[in-house]
C-alpha cells in the first residue's frame, strides 16, 4: 500500500479544525452560562511566554492552510490575523477548511517528493514533501490545536478526548 500525501493531510486538518469549532462552541457556552467574559477564555495563557488560546487557533489553522498550498505547490493564502472572538475563530475554521478542501487531490498526492522551502525567522529551511508534512507541519499543527484544547480544559470548559478526536 502507498502513502497518500492527500488522505495524511486533508482529511487529518479538517478532522481536527472541525473538532476545535465544536470544542469552541462548548467553550462559548461555557462562557454564557457562567457570565464569563469570553476575553478570559480567548486570551488564556498556560505560561507567560506562550501565545494566549485565541492564537494558538489561528496557528493551527495556519499551518493546515500552509501545508495543503506547499503541498500542492499554490500560494499560501494571507489572512490578516484580526480575529477577536469566538465569532471570529469560526469564521477562521470555516475559511481555512474552505481553502483545503478546493486544493485539488491530485496536486497534493503529487508532493511526496517536491522540495518545500520555508522561511521562517531569518531562516531558511528545505523539506523533501513526506518529511515536511509527517515530520513539521503535522507536528505543528497538532501542538498548536492540542494547546489549544488544553487552555480551555484548564480553564473548566467541559470538554474531553473525544471531542478533541471527534468524528472520523
Do not use: W
Amino acid at each position: 500500500m502507498s502513502f497518500s500525501m492527500y488522505s495524511a493531510s486533508v482529511p487529518v486538518f479538517k478532522q481536527i479544525l472541525t473538532s476545535l469549532s465544536s470544542i469552541l462552541q462548548k467553550a462559548e457556552a461555557h462562557c454564557t452560562e457562567r457570565k464569563i467574559d469570553p476575553a478570559a477564555l480567548l486570551q488564556a495563557r498556560l505560561y507567560p511566554d506562550m501565545f494566549p488560546m485565541l492564537r494558538q487557533v489561528l496557528i493551527a489553522c495556519d499551518f493546515a492552510k500552509g501545508a495543503a498550498a506547499r503541498l500542492a505547490g499554490v500560494e499560501v493564502p494571507k489572512y490578516e490575523d484580526n480575529e477577536v472572538s469566538f465569532a471570529d475563530l469560526q469564521a477562521r475554521i470555516a475559511k481555512t477548511i474552505a481553502f483545503i478542501e478546493s486544493v485539488p487531490r491530485a496536486d497534493i498526492e503529487e508532493s511526496a517528493g517536491r522540495t518545500i522551502t520555508l522561511t521562517s525567522g531569518g531562516t531558511t529551511r528545505e523539506f523533501v514533501g513526506q518529511a515536511y508534512l509527517v515530520h513539521y507541519a503535522l507536528a505543528h499543527f497538532y501542538f498548536h490545536a492540542t494547546t489549544a484544547y488544553d487552555l480551555l480544559r484548564h480553564n473548566g470548559v467541559e470538554i474531553g478526548k473525544k471531542d478533541f478526536i471527534g468524528s472520523f
